[in-house]
């Protein structure tokens, strides 16, 4: 019996690993199903949550080879390897521990009312609400996080559309109900008349559910639009700080500007890194420049969003990147390790974490990188007065898998706040993705592109960009008075 308990917990977590590798919801769907039924074992949840990771994030073996740092081949296979397995421990011992809080309640539950306690609706969306909260903690963790949540999009975009009330951890809560629904169904086959009963509300449930995604999705105002220039250097990472890249980028900047002012562009976008520590630019621009690059604050070095206004060779204003990637970006300090980072540059410092712009142009809430997994603190910066959201990337040297991972991210921050979203990497995908969260415009990936893209202002403010993640504590809070209630009426019956 175990041995079969730890090839479902094993194949749930395939298939969870292989939705979050292609983006696939239904086999998130099934994923979840196979860990309700071995949810009651930690051990087994652990491997779950183990294999989905090892497989969803293996886009980390790219980072092999490190030779470009000195690192040699076997050291630098060693290193990558490490990493993803240090990320698989990382994701089940998070299931593990769901695990275990759901056996604590299950116990105490259990043993006071005439019937298993994961009948009781209540139960399992205290639980799915408890990991939804767990995977909005992860987005303002330093670690990169594309959990239950995100998995929804780009394939069900109706059902995705609830985020605009309850955010990405209403949608983990969603799917781990449908899982939970397909798994009570299974094991009602021999009970035909309450597996009819179950089917039809199940079925009932998720069409209203899909009709009101649709509706919030197609609620929305008319903008103002802004034409805007996108610049794609798709500049190797191994190769950029060599004289004949650099030359190139100075180059592209040079011609981009120009091109994006004969098009009529209001401003141009270039990706994260791209201008370096203290370079200015060589000539007045005539169109005002965002661009991700480094700045010296304070002898402290920061990975930025730099603001070149019109007709200036230096940048007036910018916003640092608050959450920076461990290892990859940052160490904390140990006595008698010099090593700073696996960046080209070294070990750099974090900025403030307010994500609101303000500039010439219209106010933006910026996110670098994977700040973009952050849906709270891009919501708050809507809240604040943000337009439009834009994020700066480099995925280099990473495949396609992260690249599709980063855009269903972009579609789910559009949705949450009602906002138009323009992504600028340097490999790509550099997109324009709508505030109903469909993808507008894009570059094809690993090739050098300019694109111009018509951005559309918003003003409109979403329930969650009010409420963020307040619907999810009421729901816990309800769900618990409600099982506290059941278990005392047993009780005293």
Known sequence: MLNNKIIIASLGGLLAGLSLLEMNFILMIFALVLLWEVSIAPRLSFVWGFIAVLVGYRWLLDL???????????ASLFVSNSILLLCSAFGGILVFTWSRILIFIYQILNSRIDKD?????????FMSSLWGLS?????????????????????????????????????????LLIGWWIWRLINLLDNLLLFRKLIFRGFLIILLAHIFGYCLLNFDMQGTRVPVAVLQPAIPVRDKFSGDMQLKAKSLLKTSLARARDSGASFLIAPEGFILPNQNLTELNTIPLLSGGFRYVEDELRSSLLVFEKEELNFSSAIDKHRLVPLGEFLPEIPGLQFSGLSLVGGLNPGDSDRLLEWSGPPMAVAICYELSDGNAIAKSVNDGAKWILSIANLDPYTKSLHD??????????????????????????????SNGSIASNLNSYEEGFGLFDLELKDIITPYVLWREIPLLILIALTSIRLNYISRTKISS
């Not at 306690?117 to 139960?123: A, G, K, L, R, T």
């Not at 992860?138 to 609830?162: M, R, T």
């Not at 991972?405 to 790509?428: H, K, P, V």
Request: proline share 7%.
């Open 135 to 175: 995977e909005v903690w992860l987005s303002h963790s330093p670690f990169f996080w594309i959990g239950v949540g995100g998995s929804l999009l780009p394939g069900d975009v109706w059902l995705a559309g609830l985020a605009r009330v309850f955010g990405e951890g209403g949608l983990v809560v969603i799917q």
């Open 64 to 74: 092999h080879p490190l030779d470009w740092m000195g690192i040699p081949n076997l």
């Open 405 to 434: 991972q980063f855009l269903a991210l972009a579609q789910l921050r559009s949705i949450e706040t009602g906002r138009d979203l323009i992504i600028s990497a340097n490999t790509g995908p550099s997109s324009l993705i709508l």
């Open 117 to 125: 306690i994961y009948e009781y609706p209540s139960f399992i969306i």
